[in-house]
């Protein structure tokens, strides 16, 4: 069973697959750091009880769909941008090297 899936700094491009779903035992998502990766996260995906997400880096909407997990410890996302909501992240990046911890 997969716990921790880090495919930071890969080149991915495109939409991420509601097959993440699947992962029912995945409590550390590991995605920043792909630019060309993008679109909206799928709703299927709030199912997972994940504790870790890391999106920063990433043109990826709807990242809230995560923050129906209620264990979630540390949610780093690009909602420094005003077009990413983002209730429940705990660091708000507007780039790859600029991020602000606690603003939120």
């Known amino acids: ?5 880090d495919l930071s700094s890969n080149d991915l491009s495109g939409q991420l697959p509601s097959s993440l779903a699947d992962m029912h035992f995945l409590d550390h998502l590991s995605l920043e750091s792909n630019g060309a990766l993008s679109g909206t996260v799928p709703a299927m995906l ?13 043109d ?6 995560f923050c129906s997990s209620f264990s979630i410890d540390a949610f780093w996302a690009d909602c420094g941008d005003p077009d990413i909501e983002c209730s429940c992240c705990t660091v708000c990046c507007e780039s790859d090297v600029f991020c602000l911890d606690g603003l939120f």
């Not at 069973?1 to 899936?5: A, D, F, G, S, W």
């Open 1 to 5: 069973m997969l716990e921790y899936l």
């Open 46 to 58: 709030s199912s997972l009880n994940v504790s870790v997400v890391y999106l920063e880096g990433t």
């Open 60 to 65: 990826l909407r709807n990242v809230d769909v």
